[in-house]
């Protein structure tokens, strides 16, 4: 399976500019591959309304066995491992996780196929009345560079078991392992011509997405800022719009926590994949008896992780995606540091490789701590007691994921539940992903959980009523 050169499903080549494939570590091309413009858009559309109504007709063990052989696929290839290390710039375990999570979404969604698609409801007519679950049609999905693998197949597989074709969009940046991956892969698991279709794309091409009246629902995971463009419009054109946005996590260390454990959890939730994930712990709120150990303990950590070329070395951390994100971290760093907020450790890089940074004393007016950084930057916070450390975590407008660590996990459970989150986590940071579990933020974090289990048939199906009478229904006139 050649990744670079699998086919998009495509009907026809795609027109838009050559983009060269670039991997972060050493800035060196790994290929090229061609972008889609509208044009490519409206004919994918096209493409994949017509293929749609076959695909949605198979039986239900033919779309579960494309499914279930496309997870065997995803499990079993290493080309694909390397292209997360390289494209992506993955340390190998991160890589390994989004192959395994790819393919438990895989074998999750051939379960979808067979489930029960409606209910028999009571009826005041002579006639059976019941309601079913049908494929939405074509369903677009924009995907971005963090996690390009899961952040896709989590939308693609599930489309693709309940009866819809799909219209995937990767970043360019990530192009290969988050788009061209997926095409050859369902491809050799047996899924009929034309359901997929894989358009490396930038903003033209997700604009064209979302308006092509042949898509009625988009599936966007990105920043919070694009997810605001996409909503907005997807409302003008009266189509569902499930946006997975940012956040800004809080992870709460009670006064009881161990913190011989706790520094472990921390410092995994802000430096994975060099902070590039939704999920990553933003805010790192400790209670006043813990926090000058815990900064101390936190920034040692820091200290003590390499950083470097994950294809040609051991690290715990490698490149951020290309320099303007580079920039976008260091300049909220300074902005923090100047403004008051201590460097505790790092602050400071070699090309993209950012050192994993912890700054003590952050508060309201600490850039790093108010907003996204999608770095591996730790802000520290102090509180005097629950009730505050609550109102420091609700005063973010993000609302995605929430870590509490306590030696009491029902006193964490109450603490929770006075905090508006989609996700929540005792004695864990903020940072996990199952493809059985529900997943979506609240507030500026997107528009509630829209993936696992029976989030997906509320998102690619709509629910249809039906009667059936055994005779002509006769009315007064």
């Known amino acids: 399976m050649t990744l670079l050169d699998s086919t998009t499903r495509h009907s026809r080549p795609l027109t838009g500019p050559e983009y060269t494939v670039t991997e972060p570590a050493t800035g060196d091309a790994l290929g090229t591959v061609r972008l889609a413009t509208a044009e490519d858009v409206e004919a994918a559309a096209e493409a994949a309304r ?8 198979a039986p239900h063990f033919v779309r579960a066995g494309v499914l279930r052989k ?61 309601t079913r679950r049908v494929p939405v049609g074509v369903v677009g999905v924009i995907a971005p560079f963090n996690a390009p693998l899961i952040l896709s197949i989590r939308s693609v597989a599930p489309a693709l078991a309940l009866g819809n074709a ?22 050799e698991a047996g899924l009929p011509e034309g359901v997929l279709h894989v358009l490396p794309g930038g903003p033209e091409a997700g604009q064209a997405l979302v308006a092509d009246p042949r898509i009625p629902v988009i599936s966007f995971t990105g920043s919070t800022v694009a997810g605001r463009a996409v ?9 569902r719009a499930h946006l997975e946005l940012g956040g800004n996590s809080a992870l709460i260390v009670l006064e009881d926590a161990d913190l011989d454990a706790v520094v472990s959890t921390a410092a995994w939730g802000s430096f994975f994949h060099q902070g590039q994930v939704c999920m990553t712990a933003g805010r790192h709120l400790v209670h006043a008896s813990l926090y000058d150990e815990y900064v101390d303990r936190l920034a040692a950590r820091a200290d003590s992780l390499a950083v470097g070329d994950p ?66 930057v730790a802000p520290v916070r102090s509180f005097a007691d629950p009730d505050e450390a609550v109102d420091l975590a609700t005063a973010s407008p ?18 929770a539940d006075r905090i508006p989150t989609g996700i929540v ?10 493809a059985v579990a529900p997943f979506g933020g609240v507030g500026t974090s997107g528009t509630g959980s829209r993936v696992g289990g029976d989030a997906n048939l509320e998102a690619f199906t709509d629910l249809r009523w039906t009667t059936v009478r055994g005779d002509v229904a006769r009315y007064p006139f």
């Open 50 to 57: 017509a293929a749609q109504s076959a695909w949605a007709k």
């Open 70 to 130: 496309a997870g065997d696929l995803f499990a079993a290839h290493a080309e694909l491992r390397e292209w997360l290390v390289r494209e992506a710039g993955s340390i190998p375990g991160k890589a390994d996780f989004e192959l395994h999570v790819a393919a438990q979404e895989c074998y999750e969604a051939a379960a979808l196929a067979s489930r029960p698609a409606g209910q028999v409801l009571p009826t005041e007519e002579p006639r059976l009345s019941y």
């Open 166 to 187: 799909v219209v995937l969009k990767p970043d360019p940046r990530t192009a290969v392992c988050g788009g061209l991956a997926l095409a050859a892969v369902f491809a």
């Open 231 to 239: 909503g907005e419009a997807a409302g003008r054109h009266l189509k």
């Open 311 to 376: 294809h040609r070395e051991q690290v715990h951390l490698g490149p951020l995606i290309d320099r303007t994100q580079l920039g976008k971290v260091h300049g909220l760093v300074e902005a923090s540091t100047a403004g008051g907020a201590k460097l505790a450790a790092g602050g400071t890089h070699d090309r993209l490789f950012y050192r994993p940074t912890v700054l003590a004393d952050a508060d309201d007016l600490t850039p790093a701590y108010t907003e996204e950084v999608f770095g591996p």
């Open 398 to 415: 993000y609302g995605l994921s929430l870590g509490i660590v306590t030696a009491d996990p029902a006193r964490g459970l109450d603490l």
């Open 425 to 434: 986590h005792i004695n864990d940071q903020t940072v996990n992903d199952e």
